[in-house]
């Protein structure tokens, strides 16, 4: 019984270590960029240093990326957020269905919230991809969102991407090449 206990235990050692989400070194990404791989998810994505990997800030987000140049020390401040990765459940569901999953999803938790380009579909590393658009506005600031809807085999994953309102269209390419970095296992 005692040796069953001790490889169990070390079995679980194993597989903690095995599943453990670090980033890689930095001397494989280009210039100015660093590299997370993350096992459990089954990406890796080259995101600038100016940027802060953050884990598990939400449970349903488990890895965020955020502009460390902010003035704002509160993570969950949206001005903040630029990138967060969140799987969806594994079901049988067409490209469009997750898309519109994702929207209402959405729309549960804040009917208010005005969305467009709902049914956009783009081709990112010959996977298509749907996206669209949402706006949140607040007291004190606005912000623009755009998600990224990534059909895999037997899963999904939402990428969404943040800024304040006036800053999205300067900022919606530099989204566009984060997402196109992301490569699938």
Do not use: H
Not at 95 to 115: C, F, H, N, V
Request: glycine content about 4%; proline content about 4%.
């Amino acid at each position: 019984m005692r040796r069953l206990s001790i490889l169990l235990s070390a079995l679980s050692i194993f597989f903690l270590q095995a599943c453990k989400d670090e980033p890689r070194k930095e001397e494989t990404a280009k210039d100015g960029y660093a590299i997370f791989q993350s096992d459990s998810l089954g990406l890796s994505i080259e995101y600038p240093q100016t940027y802060e990997l953050k884990e598990n800030i939400k449970p349903e987000i488990p890895v965020s990326f955020i502009d460390k140049t902010s003035p704002s020390e509160n993570y969950l401040d949206w001005s903040k957020i630029m990138l967060n990765i969140e799987p969806l459940p594994a079901v049988q569901l067409k490209l469009l269905e997750y898309l519109q999953a994702s929207q209402t999803e959405l729309k549960i938790l804040m009917p208010a919230l005005r969305m467009y380009d709902t049914d956009s579909l783009i081709s990112n590393e010959g996977k298509k991809v749907g996206t669209y658009q949402y706006d949140r506005d607040g007291k004190e600031r606005s912000f623009t969102c755009k998600m990224y809807v990534f059909l895999l085999e037997g899963r999904a994953v939402n990428v969404n991407c943040v800024s304040l309102k006036d800053e999205f269209e300067n900022k919606e390419t530099e989204f566009d090449e984060l997402v196109k970095s992301i490569k699938f296992k």
